[in-house]
């Protein structure tokens, strides 16, 4: 069943205000007549004229919309000055009522433009049908032209330099964007940090706001993922452009940058300068490794199943056979993570930990113990060579800030899957080494 009718006006020629009028009001008609109960809400898209333009169409949209009784507390008309401002709008107002079955209601002639808009803007979460806008008898002379800047619209470049633009436009949430860094590693040759929640665009209540992650499940898309990874790289220092994420598979691939690139991996190493690499977590660790002899560094993202199999170990090892790395030398600074204090598993799977050492397992005896994944990487990397003083968790806390904060303790700071379910945000731990 249809949730929500967008009714696109931004096609129509703004100096037609009489027949625009008759033809919402027809729309409108077609779809109280239509409607279950309760009806759909419904959205009018048309562009914000200039001056007192824009206030004579708003009186004609507002007179065309008085007469439904029925839908007059479920319709809202957007006004904006780009069809990228306006769906946002209205992708927020969706979100806000948590709506995915979505009609569009448009010219015939602006459909595959709209698809290039929603393509960008939404996720598979939502739904789309899409039905032509009809003239109505009293609008018969209206001529629905694609005007010439709508042709131009169609370059897709074009389309995405306007959503960019807009977003780029938007205020943060939730504050400045705040970096965790750890005095581990020197930062006179390595660039690096932790990312925490605030100081991005992502508006969701479990997204917000410097949301690092977009898939087709969760309902941020991947243009204001990539707008908040440009807020960080302008905060932090680095190039978005030669920025590489792990391809998340809960294992213990290594991607070997320069080198072929395996189709999932949740390790990856290099040694050329400029490039920056990074794990996400939202629970699960983001370990970041750094060789100050050998200029060398990497990136894990290490969840319960990650550390069992031995991802950091496996990342350490990259380090060591493609740069000659000294295990001596390698630096471990593990980031925000769910801590043993809320972190459950089944008991079959606490086995598996309780096996590698007792003490990473509470209440072993119950059905779902609590889990230490800090201590047990950290035992996992003492026992493959690496020095316990160059391992930073929350048992060895930084002197100027603590870095492996509980992600589900602290839901001002940071995102947690388990804290907040499948519609869950996600924070990096982010490395380069410096040109």
């Known amino acids: 069943m249809v949730e929500a009718v967008l009714i696109d006006l931004f096609s129509l020629p703004a100096n037609f205000q009489n027949n625009i ?67 946002y709008t209205i992708k927020q107002r969706l979100d806000e009522k948590d709506l995915s079955i979505i009609k569009v209601i448009l010219s015939s ?6 698809k290039v808009y929603i393509n960008h803007l939404f996720t598979a979460v939502y739904q789309f049908e899409f039905e032509d806008l009809q003239v109505a008898s009293d609008c018969e002379n209206l001529q629905i032209a694609e005007p010439q800047s709508e042709r131009q619209m169609q370059d897709m470049a074009l389309i995405q330099s306007e959503i960019q633009m807009y977003l780029e436009s938007l205020p943060s949430l939730k504050g400045e964007l705040i970096i965790l860094r750890s005095s581990l590693i020197p930062d006179d040759i390595f660039l690096h940090g932790f990312t925490t929640r605030t ?17 087709s499940k969760r309902r941020d898309p991947q243009v204001v993922v990539k707008e908040n990874l440009r807020r960080l790289a302008n905060a932090a220092g680095f190039n978005p452009e030669t920025f590489h994420r792990v391809k998340i598979d809960h294992a213990n691939a290594v991607c070997i940058m320069g080198k072929t690139e395996p189709d999932n991996y949740d390790g990856i190493v290099t040694n050329q300068k400029g490039v920056t690499i990074a794990a996400p977590g939202a629970d699960c660790i983001p370990v970041l ?12 993202h290490s969840g319960w199943k990650g550390t069992l199999l031995g991802v950091s170990m496996a990342t350490v090892n990259a380090m060591v056979s493609e740069y000659g790395c000294n295990l001596k030398d390698i630096l471990v600074v593990l ?54 003083e160059n391992i930073q968790d ?27 379910g499948n519609n869950f945000g996600t924070q990096i731990g982010f490395i380069s080494i410096k040109d």
């Not at 002639?109 to 709209?114: G, N, P, S, T, V």
Request: glycine letters at 4%.
């Open 199 to 215: 100081g991005g665009i992502s508006y969701i209540p479990t997204l917000s706001s410097c949301n690092l992650f977009s898939s």
């Open 289 to 300: 490794f750094a060789d100050p002899v050998r200029k060398a560094c990497g990136a894990a």
């Open 335 to 388: 980031g925000p993570s769910v801590g043993p204090c809320c972190y459950k598993l089944p008991h079959e799977s606490a086995k598996e930990f309780h096996r590698i050492d007792p003490t990473c397992v509470r209440l072993f005896n119950s059905t779902e113990p609590y889990i230490d994944i800090r201590r047990t990487t950290r035992i996992l990397l003492e026992s493959g060579g690496i020095l316990p």
């Open 109 to 114: 002639l602006r459909k595959d433009i709209m």
């Open 394 to 420: 929350d048992s060895v806390t930084d002197q100027n800030q603590n870095i492996t904060f509980c992600t589900a303790c602290h839901p001002d700071k940071f995102y947690s899957h388990f804290r907040d």
């Open 21 to 87: 009028q008759g033809l919402l009001y027809n729309t409108l008609e077609t779809i109280e007549k239509c409607s279950l109960i309760p009806a759909p809400f419904v959205y009018v898209m048309c562009c914000q004229s200039q001056g007192s333009e824009w206030k004579v169409e708003q009186e004609s949209l507002l007179a065309a919309v008085r007469d439904f009784q029925s839908l007059k507390e479920r319709l809202e008309v957007v006004h904006a000055p780009t069809t990228a401002a306006a769906l």
